[in-house]
């Protein structure tokens, strides 16, 4: 059974760090892109950061640019958010996201992708 299983989140304080982590299981990351996105209370999911299976290409939300790094591990079927300068903004659920292509393009928009992970919370607050 192919499962994505995100952990890492939790309280920090503005200005702090965390990083997301999201192990694959059932299945091998090498020819599937990679995305994370998250959900505000009240607001739709939004694409924050993705990266391709092939060259490690990727793409950010301006709202993120300069603060997180997205990155995966083949080899340990698992990608990577790392999250600094972090915002009350950013609080969310964060959700890793796995599409099926094997090439150089990353996707943003939900509807791309195939399988979901259940989701890790974020807050960001003093």
């Known amino acids: 059974q192919m499962q994505l299983v995100e952990s890492g989140g939790g309280l920090v304080q503005p200005g702090g760090s965390l990083r997301l982590s999201c192990a694959a299981s059932?299945?091998?990351?090498?020819?599937?892109?990679l995305g994370w996105f998250r959900q505000a209370p009240g607001k739709g999911r939004e694409g924050v950061s993705c990266?391709?299976?092939?060259?490690?290409?990727?793409n950010y939300a301006d709202s993120v640019k300069g603060r997180f790094t997205i990155s995966r591990d083949n080899a340990k079927k698992t990608v990577y958010l790392q999250m600094n300068s972090l915002k009350p903004e950013d609080t969310a659920i964060y959700y890793c996201?796995?599409?099926?292509?094997?090439?150089?393009?990353?996707?943003?928009?939900?509807?791309?992708?195939?399988?979901w992970g259940q989701g890790t919370q974020v807050t960001v607050s003093s």
């Open positions: 990266i391709s299976s092939v060259g490690g290409n990727t």
């Open positions: 059932g299945f091998r990351l090498d020819d599937y892109a």
């Open positions: 996201a796995a599409r099926g292509t094997s090439g150089s393009q990353c996707y943003t928009a939900t509807r791309e992708y195939d399988y």
